[in-house]
């Protein structure tokens, strides 16, 4: 039986741990004990705590650093998270080293968990790095550009990585440690597993991608079934308060006169009450796509998991996205021609326009059927073990 520690540090709400959760349960019934840090407790209480994985809190700066302008680079998002500083870096990579001695890992399991990551290269424990294209990047100097549609000057990439690589490099030489050539050797490793498909790397297919597909699985997710008789066309929508103009898409759809199956975690109990109607339906919990998906003529959210399980079935996007990460995968998905994004003012009259294209163009529909038949033999299970085999073979 090996240790291994799973690390996540960054990022936001369920898509990290429901990718991480059947990789744990696996390893867990081979025999390996396996413990979790993690950057979001209240997550890892409804993921993990109800599977009885033990976590802990994962070493995090105590504020982040507010930049001026939009996030532009992997560069920059590290300095807002500690980077900037080495003092705050030379703690966290010190805490993270602190819980490897107590928990003394065989092997550390990375999700979107760079200081992690250095921590683990200056106590010499070997890592798999887990994720989809946005967390992995690659091997390029400057990394790419987070904000594809805008013009900014080299100058500004070069910069940031600077002073984020010299940072990590003052700690890894007080270390002991080897220092760094790039940025991008941060994120390098033997072991790196692409959770994704080559389409739908945020940066684009790589020829080395250890492409292993989405892992996926959402413990205690509602099963709800579509509306019977004659409703229009399915619609499944998976929303947050924060996706830009959320009210006037709520709008939107209870003026399509389909039948919509809306999961709107976050949402407020008056919200969803004002918002419902026997043909919208919203439930404030994780609902289940096994039953929804194929039959389903939309699906309209924003996350690369819930992207790709849409394209195995054959169901067109409309992606609203928020942040860069989201934007990548939306730009993916326009490149397939299996849906849009929204761009400009979220309005109404915007929402309704691009539901009544992407459900009215068949092009839409043939391009996200193009994509599953590409992958109709694309087994979950499969990626789950080739995963734990990977994880396996790092064991010392």
């Known amino acids: 039986m090996s240790k291994i520690l799973l690390a996540w540090e ?11 959760a059947p990789v744990v349960r696996a390893l867990r019934a081979r025999g390996h004990q396996v413990v979790a840090a993690v950057c979001d407790t209240r997550v890892a209480g409804e993921i993990l705590g109800s599977a009885g ?70 106590h010499g424990i070997p890592v798999v790095l887990i994720g989809n294209g946005f967390e992995l990047p ?24 600077s002073l984020a690589l ?28 692409l959770t994704t498909f080559s389409e739908l790397d945020h ?30 066309s399915h619609i499944f929508a998976y929303l947050r308060p924060w996706v830009p103009g959320v009210e006037d898409l709520l709008r939107a759809l209870q003026a399509t006169g389909c039948s919509v199956i809306c999961a709107f975690p976050g949402g407020s109990a008056a919200m969803i009450q004002r918002f419902q109607t026997p043909l919208l339906r919203i439930f404030p919990t994780a609902v289940s796509l096994e039953s929804l998906l194929p039959t389903a003529d939309l699906v309209i959210g924003y996350g690369s998991g819930l992207v790709a399980t849409a394209l195995l079935r054959g169901v067109p996007l409309l992606l609203v996205p928020r942040w860069s990460e989201q934007y990548l995968t939306a730009q993916r998905v326009e490149a397939l021609g299996a849906g ?55 064991i010392p």
Request: hydrophobic content about 40%.
């Open 53 to 122: 994985i033990p976590f802990v809190q994962a070493p995090m700066a105590a504020s982040r650093t507010r930049m001026t302008q939009p996030l532009a680079s992997y560069a920059e998002l590290l300095i807002t998270r500690g980077y900037g500083e080495r003092a705050t870096l030379e703690g966290l990579i010190a805490a993270w080293r602190g819980l490897f001695t107590l928990f003394q890992p065989d092997v550390v399991m990375i999700d979107y968990a760079p200081t992690a990551l250095l921590a683990a290269r200056i």
């Open 138 to 161: 690659p091997r390029s100097s400057p990394l790419p550009s987070l904000r594809f549609w805008e013009p900014i000057p080299k100058e500004r990439f070069e910069r940031a990585e």
């Open 340 to 394: 849009l994004m929204m761009r400009g003012p979220p309005t109404r009259a915007s929402y309704s326009s691009l539901i009544a294209t992407v459900l009215g163009k068949p092009a839409f529909r043939q391009a996200a059927q193009a994509f599953a038949k590409k992958y109709e033999g694309f087994d979950g299970a499969q990626s789950v073990k080739d995963t734990v085999a990977c994880i396996e073979g790092a």
């Open 166 to 193: 010299r940072h990590i490099n003052e700690v890894l030489v007080s270390c002991h440690s080897e220092p760094l050539a790039q940025l991008a050797d941060v994120f390098q490793g033997e072991h790196r597993i």
């Open 10 to 20: 960054m990022g936001e709400n369920w898509g990290h741990l429901t990718r991480d």
């Open 203 to 232: 940066y684009g297919a790589r020829q080395d991608g250890n492409y292993v597909g989405p892992v996926y699985e959402m413990p205690k997710a509602q099963r709800v079934e579509w509306l019977l008789g004659g409703h229009g």
